[in-house]
């Protein structure tokens, strides 16, 4: 069974930087493109980054572009969110995710979710 673990969170100034991390486990790290979503209360699920298998390719929505890098590192079967200049609207509970085919920005096409992180912005 595949499981993810997000680590990280928590709370932060507007304009502080945060560093999340997803640790997976059962299976292998590099068959899997990587995402990351949030969710804020009251909203739904929201694509944030992504990575793909090897790391050639990233996508970022556009609110979180210039200031968010996802990375990985297969060998130690992590994947990284940097968050840089935080904004208070970047709220919300994060989540990694892992999809066996491609990268992909749509949440239903994922296989595999962690249990979330908070990270907290505040004003």
């Known amino acids: 069974q595949v499981e993810l673990v997000e680590s990280g969170g928590g709370l932060v100034q507007a304009g502080g930087s945060l560093r999340l991390s997803c640790v997976v486990s059962?299976?292998?790290?590099?068959?899997?493109?990587m995402g990351w979503f949030r969710q804020a209360p009251g909203n739904e699920r929201e694509f944030v980054a992504g990575?793909?298998?090897?790391?050639?390719?990233?996508k970022y929505a556009d609110p979180v572009k210039g200031r968010f890098s996802a990375s990985r590192d297969n060998n130690k079967n992590t994947v990284y969110l940097q968050m840089n200049n935080l904004k208070p609207e970047d709220t919300g509970v994060y989540y990694c995710?892992?999809?066996?085919?491609?990268?992909?920005?749509?949440?239903?096409?994922?296989?595999?979710w962690g249990q979330g992180t908070r990270v907290t912005v505040s004003s």
């Open positions: 059962g299976g292998t790290l590099s068959s899997f493109a």
């Open positions: 990575i793909s298998w090897n790391g050639g390719r990233t």
């Open positions: 995710a892992a999809e066996a085919i491609a990268l992909t920005t749509r949440a239903s096409e994922y296989d595999y």
